[in-house]
């Protein structure tokens, strides 16, 4: 069975970095696209980046420039290096994968605050 397991989150100050992690079992993880997704309280969820099997990625237009995702096909991980984080950022950010039904993990927080 598919699991995913988000790693990394925390509280950082305006500005600061943070990299999550989110380790995969369960499948062929190296012919899968990878997404990250976050919600903030009272949002709905949004797609923040997204990787293909081969290596392509997309980003939401508010975190481009900013956030860097990537895979490792070997440890079966997929990450995202966050820097210059803003308050919007706030939310809880959750890995998926999409194989006939979408899989989530479990969340993790990410604060961004003074």
């Known amino acids: 069975q598919v699991q995913l397991v988000e790693s990394g989150g925390g509280l950082v100050q305006p500005g600061g970095s943070l990299r999550l992690s989110c380790a995969a079992s369960?499948?062929?993880?190296?012919?899968?696209?990878m997404h990250w997704y976050r919600q903030a309280p009272g949002k709905q969820r949004e797609l923040v980046a997204g990787?293909?099997?081969?290596?392509?990625?997309n980003y939401l237009d508010s975190v481009k420039g900013r956030f860097t995702i990537s895979r490792d096909n070997v440890r079966r991980t997929v990450s995202l290096q966050m820097n210059s984080l803003k308050p919007e950022d706030t939310a809880v950010y959750y890995c998926?994968?999409?194989?006939?039904?979408?899989?989530w993990g479990q969340g993790t927080q990410v604060t961004v605050s003074s």
């Open positions: 998926n994968v999409f194989i006939e039904n979408a899989y």
């Open positions: 369960g499948l062929i993880f190296s012919i899968y696209a």
């Open positions: 990787i293909t099997r081969d290596g392509s990625t």
